[in-house]
């Protein structure tokens, strides 16, 4: 990923907000929005390009449990690709181990990783899943990410309260863990 170039964002922000029929600087509840904007999407939104699922899966413990391990209500908000709009909500994440364990803190970073990005939910999801399988050794993992997208309240339809859930899997899930997993968090 280039190195961002906070200040010309800024100045793409105030140019877009002109655009718009909106002048920061006539306006002064407009003054440095660019920049608080620019930031806000530089150190908190976009701060997933900057993480690696490798790293994040990297520091396990050796376990002999092969139970499943589940944890649920990850707070989360992605930005909609397509809007740039964010979308907020909660994960689920769940994973059948095979000779280690990830931390709880490991597993909502993960989630971080993926979710602060321009990324659609159903991205999200299945990119954890796929990284606990494929960075943690997982049997099976799923991910459930349920989110309130701005984009369908504050424009459009305009639909306060809906909520859009994306479910994914990967591994060898069967459909026991697949239950087990849905029936937890539903």
Known sequence: MASADLERAAQAIEAFLTA???????DPELKQTGARVAQAFHDDLLSGYRMDPAT????????????????????????????????TGVAHV????????????????????FARRLALQE???????????????????GCVVNLEPSCMIARGE?????????????????????????????
Request: charged share 15%.
């Open 20 to 26: 718009l029929g909106q002048d920061p600087s006539a």
């Open 158 to 186: 305009r639909q306060v309260g809906a909520r859009a859930i994306s479910v994914a899997f990967a591994g060898d899930a069967p459909p026991e863990f697949r239950r087990a997993f849905l029936e937890r968090v539903r």
């Open 123 to 141: 991205q999200v999801a299945r990119n954890v899943a796929s990284a606990l399988v494929e960075h943690l050794g997982a049997t099976a993992a």
């Open 56 to 87: 994040i899966l990297g520091d396990t413990c050796a376990s002999a449990s092969e139970d499943l391990v589940i944890l649920t209500g990850i707070a989360t908000t992605t930005v909609c690709p397509h809007h740039l709009l964010p979308s």
């Open 94 to 113: 769940a994973y059948l181990p095979t000779g280690k364990l990830a931390g709880l803190g490991a597993i909502a970073r993960l989630v971080q990783c």
